[in-house]
Nanobody, 119 residues
């Protein structure tokens, strides 16, 4: 069964860092583009970062450029979001997703991990 499991969320002070991880199973990981989305209460879902199948194409939301870094390890079937210089507005549920690089109808979502940035 296809599964994505996020970890690494928590409470951090403004200016701090967190590292989110997403572990995949049940599908051929290295033919899936991977993304991190986030959603805060009362706000629309936002695409935070994406990475291509070989890790050589990354994109970021303007709101996180220069602070967040997405990476993947195809051998370990994991995707990571390193978040630095966190701000209160980064507080949200963060979700890992995988979408087949050609067959876009094949898309999987994790259950999410909460990130709270507060003093």
């Amino acid at each position: 069964q296809e599964q994505l499991v996020e970890s690494g969320g928590g409470l951090v002070q403004p200016g701090g860092s967190l590292r989110l991880s997403c572990s995949a199973s049940g599908f051929v990981f290295d033919v899936y583009d991977m993304r991190w989305y986030r959603q805060a209460p009362g706000k629309e879902r936002e695409l935070v970062a994406s990475i291509g199948t070989h890790g050589n194409a990354t994109n970021y939301a303007d709101s996180v450029k220069g602070r967040f870094t997405i990476s993947r390890d195809n051998a370990k079937k994991t995707v990571t979001l390193q978040m630095n210089s966190l701000k209160s507005e980064d507080t949200a549920g963060y979700y890992c997703t995988g979408r087949h690089f050609v067959r876009f109808e094949l898309e999987y979502w994790g259950r999410g991990t909460q990130v709270t940035v507060s003093s």
